[in-house]
């Protein structure tokens, strides 16, 4: 059987930004990435995230899945609304079995929480500072920025 390459409509919005970067010349800085953007389709925005729109997930998952249950053998996952567990099957027929994948004390802290209206991305804690770049990058994007316009 041939198989057929599939089309989406982000893939149109990506040779479009692709295209006039190819066209565009040099892209300097960011404004210049953002502009090219913008302007490689009518209506197009674009939201750039700064530092303090970044959350700090923590890991609250336990390591291990019960007995004779493989995350690699996982067939269909569901996260149901209200629940703090996870509901799997490991084949296309059964049943779904209820896992309880947080850390005890997680699950226990959220459950007392769930009568509440729950904001759990506006609770998490985010970035609150730029990370910065490290040396060896800072050197090497230092020697580049020598061949930029001094207006960059």
């Not at 996260?79 to 509901?87: A, D, Q």
């Not at 060896?136 to 020598?146: G, I, N, Q, S």
């Amino acid at each position: 059987m041939a198989s057929w390459p599939t089309f989406m409509a982000p893939d149109a919005v990506h040779a479009a930004i692709t295209k006039k970067l190819k066209t565009s010349g040099d892209v300097d800085d960011i404004e210049d990435f953002v502009t090219n953007i913008k302007e490689s389709r009518k209506n197009l925005d674009v939201d750039v995230l700064q530092h303090k729109d970044m959350v700090l997930f923590t890991n609250d998952c336990k390591t291990t899945l019960p007995k004779d249950w493989n995350i690699q053998n996982l067939k269909i996952i569901e996260f149901r609304g209200g629940k703090l567990s996870m509901f799997a099957r490991n084949d296309y027929n059964g049943e779904f079995k209820e896992l309880h994948i947080l850390k005890k004390k997680v699950e226990r802290d959220l459950r007392k929480k769930m009568g509440e209206e729950l904001d759990l991305i506006n609770m998490m804690e985010r970035e609150k500072k730029p990370r910065g770049v490290n040396e060896v990058k800072k050197k090497e994007l230092l020697t580049l920025a020598k061949s930029m316009p001094v207006s960059r």
